[in-house]
């Protein structure tokens, strides 16, 4: 199809493309360009020249009697008419400029062809880019599809579309003021408007912009592409542009040279990408910009480290060393996934500038959201309002960018108010190719890069052969985000020159692609000669520069050598400069009592109960929930809801930052929560009274998120990785929906630590219990979790030191599911006052929220209390453990449906029941406590979920380890099944009565072996 590509081409090939440039000499008829935007409208389908006249003397009666654009037309066309022949004044005249020697006909053909002219104008702008020539290959089509639009003029018969014939191509033409081609000019010939649409629309760019809805953005874009001579760039401009695709492709070369057997996913196909970011650094440094936050696949990840991010290149080199020992705990990563952070002087703008590349799973694109939760919580903690200091820009591969549901998540996220970054700038190295898989077998959208039009986001395809073009596009791009702020997509259509990595054979799937890219001359040497034949540089000069920087890298080989150890410490890419002590360790290994001042828990209970803006009319259940609290507060006792806001209250009175976000968490799911009342009377008026707490207290965030785990729970993480000074928690609407976001729990939050050191506090609040809700909305699948826990089952552990922190410490996650609304108290509390940051997993309950028993006292909350990792028994059982026959081990809401039957059976002096308030990491030292007490009595594990899930299989082993195998912990509780928990009430609740009866049978497991 490529033959049909260009008009230029093809009418200069058939020597029809008649004539040089030559411009015929103005015509008398020259209106501004403003007054033609009436040519946009429909042509009717009855024009004539009666037509055209009806028009003109309705609108001389009365200019509103036409339409605006008509309007428009006439007046100023009225305006420019030479003064003798404003008397005559007919719309023929007018619009030909000439006197009346117009016949009717000829004058409905002049408004014919400029109808047709804005309109083929209109066509290149919306459908140039299929025709653009973006593949450096010759041989693809980027949107997945040959066909040419029938309204582009590709061949000199579809000027026929438009009812205009070859004569036409030297009739001058008025431009709309849609339309930037002109320069200086107002009009122009037919065949230098195509010259000029082609040039803009179909040269290397292919600019995707017109389904944008606000008509500012438009115009913007088309001036951007459209001006003439807006591509120049100057021979210093040229010369860094080749010195830094000179770094990109002799970085790969070398890393081949050295390294041939080793996979590094290098970026040979696409070395414009390092150019390409560096552009889009140095337009934003100018604009403002000191933090740039990054997030990219494995391709081409190494040569960004060192060229953009500048990472010493001796410590990429010894990452390539085998024998090389690492020093830091845990499993590393790959040297493709790690990330890093810099700070510099940006060359271009003298002015300081810190990039950092976060570090990232496989998984792709998983790293979208968490780049944008850093990138907002920077911003939020500079005051950053608007984003013009920190902005994130995000790398991405074709497939990936068109095939993860992360990718869609994370747009949608753009401008959301407490989730937008005002504007990332998006760059697809589309090499088109996903590991062996075509485009047309990987995705049904025309381009990799459909997803952004969902955000109005404006995309630009570039063929990355052409540097110049791609530099331009970057330009505009960093402006695009600095003016508007909002995302932009740069789609650099390009190849990829090996296999998926270098291992790979790619002629096994791809043979003919394969065969060109063998013979495609590297992108270097093709921008090198051409600034060569223009004189811009010497062969010499080309030749020491690529020099000089072998050199760099070989002087940086060498000393990698010296390396005798790997620190991936080196390679964080969110440091905490003042929580650590230098060597990166907590400063202490304890943290303080989590109790508050009876006098704070007051203060922060009545302002929970009440409204803090004058004239607010709030709901009148909302006010009963307020009088309730007040009722508690007076009576010193807290609910659920009231511990979590004398949690978060307290922390923003010592200045910690506090944001919850989840789907509807403002009032709650189960409409518990109330964080925000709404004006029942002034349409969005709203009042966040956990911001009216303390004078200086730091900022409360609470926001509804938009319908999404994977992206909303990424963000989070990312928002918690900027400072250790925030308590960030997620809340899914259901624990259950975490699964969607299982990758971000699987990939960053367990092992984040290990693969990264790199410390995270996140906090997920899951809804969990068996409520007769149904298999879905059930359970919030602890299993999973504690299947992750990675303190041993086996070993049991030496009581030394503070224990309780040190294993804390240890851990890559606390799980916890608490009774009381104290214990949830404390432990949002504690996980601030530790010297360290470690994920918060907490099952939060559903049915307790509201349950009188499930109530706390100002006593358990006061100075000097603390979290209890257990509840132990504290009745009658407690007093006299001697004569207890059984203990009931359990967790979470189960406890209070076992207390209640216990009472009910009055066994209270017979059977303990000790709560597991944090399970993970497991408190070994007071289970031992607990088993020892209650020496003669047997153990029993009562969970209500399924034997196959809940806790069971993880508390298991570690009771054995506490009772050295000696004695059994049987098991009561659902018996093992597929599903979470039926949809039956019925049978919930004889599943219920069927496991309580065994829990108090004492006699159940009589003669069991165990
Ligand atoms: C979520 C996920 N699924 C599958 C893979 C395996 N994988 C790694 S790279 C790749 C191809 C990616 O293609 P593209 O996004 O076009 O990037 P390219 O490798 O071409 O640069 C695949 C399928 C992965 N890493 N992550
Ligand atoms: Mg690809």
Redesign the pocket.
């Known amino acids: 199809m490529s033959q049909f590509r260009s008009l230029a081409g093809v009418l200069r090939g058939s020597g029809l493309w008649m004539l040089s440039r030559n411009r015929p000499g103005r015509q008398a008829f020259n209106p501004c360009r403003g007054c033609s935007s009436g040519a946009a409208q429909p042509l009717p389908s009855a024009l004539s020249s009666s037509y055209v006249e009806e028009m003109y003397y309705a609108w001389l009666e009365d200019p509103k009697n036409v339409h605006k654009s008509w309007d428009a037309y006439f007046r100023n066309a009225q305006a420019i008419s030479p003064a003798g022949e404003v008397e005559e004044r007919r719309p023929s005249t007018l619009l030909q400029g000439r006197a009346l020697s117009q016949t009717p006909a000829m004058s409905q053909k002049v408004v014919e062809d400029h109808l047709a002219v804005h309109n083929l104008i209109r066509a290149y702008q919306i459908r140039g880019h299929h025709v653009a020539q973006l593949d450096p290959l010759g041989i693809l089509t980027a949107d997945v599809d040959s066909f040419v639009p029938s309204d582009l003029i590709t061949t000199i018969d579809k000027l026929g579309f438009y009812g205009l014939d070859e004569s036409d191509l030297n009739k001058t033409f008025q431009l709309p003021s849609t339309t930037f081609i002109g320069g200086q000019e107002t009009t122009l010939p037919l065949r230098e408007i195509i010259h000029r649409l082609e040039t803009s629309y179909c040269g290397h760019i292919g600019v995707e912009f017109m389904f944008i809805n606000n008509v500012e953005q438009c115009q913007w874009i088309r001036q951007k592409f459209e001006s003439p001579g807006i591509m120049k760039f100057t021979d210093r401009e040229k010369r860094t542009l080749l010195a830094r695709l000179v770094r990109s492709t002799r970085f790969e070369d070398f890393l081949a040279r050295k390294w041939s057997s080793e996979k590094r ?1 290098g970026l040979e196909g ?1 070395e414009v990408l390092i150019p390409a970011l560096k552009m889009i650094i140095d337009k934003s440094s100018a604009a403002g910009i000191e933090s740039v936050i990054m997030g990219m ?4 990840r190494l040569n960004v480290l060192a060229n953009v991010v500048r990472k010493d290149l001796d410590q990429i080199f010894c990452q390539f060393d085998p024998k090389l020992e690492a020093a830091d705990e845990g499993s590393g990563d790959v040297k493709y996934h790690l990330g890093m952070y810099h700070e510099r002087i940006n060359r271009e703008t003298d002015k300081d500038i810190t990039l950092s590349l976060m570090a990232n799973p ?5 790293v979208d959201p968490v780049v944008q939760g850093k990138t907002k919580a920077e911003q939020f903690y500079r005051g950053d309002t608007e984003g013009k200091k920190v902005m994130s820009i995000l790398i ?6 068109a ?2 549901g992360v990718v869609y998540e994370t747009f949608h996220l753009s401008e959301l108010p407490s989730y937008t970054t005002q504007g990332t700038i998006h760059v697809v ?3 088109q ?3 062996t ?1 075509d485009p047309r077998m ?1 995705r049904s959208s025309p381009y ?1 890069t459909d997803v952004a039009r969902v955000v109005n986001a404006p995309i630009f395809h570039v063929n990355a052969d052409d540097p110049e073009a791609v530099m331009h596009v970057c330009r505009v791009a960093a402006e695009w985000r600095s003016t508007f702020n909002k995302d932009v997509v740069i789609d650099l259509v390009c190849y ?1 020159r090996f296999g ?1 990595n270098e291992m790979d054979e790619p002629m096994f799937t791809q043979p003919l692609m394969y065969k060109q890219i063998r013979k495609q001359e590297h992108v270097l040497k093709k921008y090198a000669d051409k600034l060569i034949s223009e004189g811009v540089v010497t062969l010499q000069e080309f030749e020491e520069e690529v020099a000089k920087y072998d050199k760099i890298c070989e002087e940086a080989y060498t000393s990698s050598k010296d390396e005798k150890i790997l620190h991936i410490r080196h390679w964080l890419d969110s440091p905490w400069p003042n929580f650590f002590t230098v060597e990166g360790e907590p400063k202490c290994m304890s943290y303080p009592p989590t109790g508050l001042p009876e006098e704070d828990l007051k203060h922060i209970g009545e302002t929970a109960s009440s409204v803090p803006l004058q004239d607010f009319s709030i709901h009148s259940g909302v006010s009963r929930i307020l009088r309730g609290r007040a009722d508690m507060v007076s009576k010193r006792t807290v609910d659920w809801a009231l511990g979590e806001y004398m949690a978060f209250g307290s922390l923003l009175k010592d200045g910690i930052h506090v944001r919850l976000s989840g789907q509807d968490v403002e009032r709650g799911t189960f409409s518990h929560r109330h964080h925000v009342l709404h004006d029942q009377e002034v349409d969005k008026r709203f009042c966040v009274p956990m911001n009216h707490l303390w004078p200086n207290q730091a900022p409360y965030t609470v926001c509804n998120s938009s319908l999404s785990e994977y992206g909303v729970l990424g963000f989070e993480l990312g928002f918690a990785m900027a400072s250790p000074n925030a308590l960030v928690c997620w809340e899914a609407q259901f624990g259950d929906f975490h699964n969607t976001a299982q ?1 971000i729990i699987d990939q960053f939050i367990s092992p984040g630590q290990a693969k990264w050191v790199r410390n995270n506090g996140i906090v997920l609040l899951l809804p969990h219990g068996m409520e007769g809700m149904g298999p879905e909305h059930s359970s919030a699948r602890p299993e999973r979790f504690l299947q992750m826990s990675k303190d041993d089952p086996d070993r049991y552990p030496e009581f030394t030191g503070d224990f309780e922190v040190q294993q804390l410490y240890d851990c890559n996650w606390i799980v916890v599911n608490c009774s009381t609304p104290a214990n949830y108290f404390h432990v949002l509390r504690r996980q601030i006052l530790l010297p360290f940051r470690k994920p918060l997993i907490i099952f939060t309950p559903k049915s307790l929220l509201r349950l009188p028993e499930a109530r706390s006292s100002f006593d358990e909350m006061t100075t000097e209390t603390k979290f209890r990792r257990i509840i132990p028994d504290e009745g009658p059982a407690s007093k006299n453990p001697d004569k207890v026959k059984r203990v009931i081990f359990c967790t979470g809401k189960v406890y209070y449906e076992l207390a209640k039957e216990r009472k009910q059976l009055k066994l209270e002096e017979t059977v303990a029941i000790v709560r597991l308030e944090q399970i993970s990491p497991f408190p070994f030292d007071l289970i031992k406590a607990e088993v020892e007490m209650y020496a003669n009595a047997e153990l029993i594990w009562c969970q209500e979920e399924h034997k196959n899930m809940g806790y069971y299989d993880y508390v298991r082993p570690r009771f054995l380890t506490v009772l050295s195998n000696k004695k059994p912990i049987w098991y009561v509780g659902r018996d093992p099944a597929a599903a979470p928990a039926t949809g039956n009430k019925f049978t919930h609740l004889a599943e219920l009565k069927r496991f309580m009866d065994t829990a108090f049978d004492l006699n159940a497991f009589e003669g069991r072996s165990f």
């Open positions: 996913f696409c696949p494995h391709r081409g496989s998984h792709l694109e998983a991405h591969g074709d497939a990936a960018f095939g993860q190295v589309n090499n190719i996903g590991f898989t990987a990799p990829r998926h990758c």
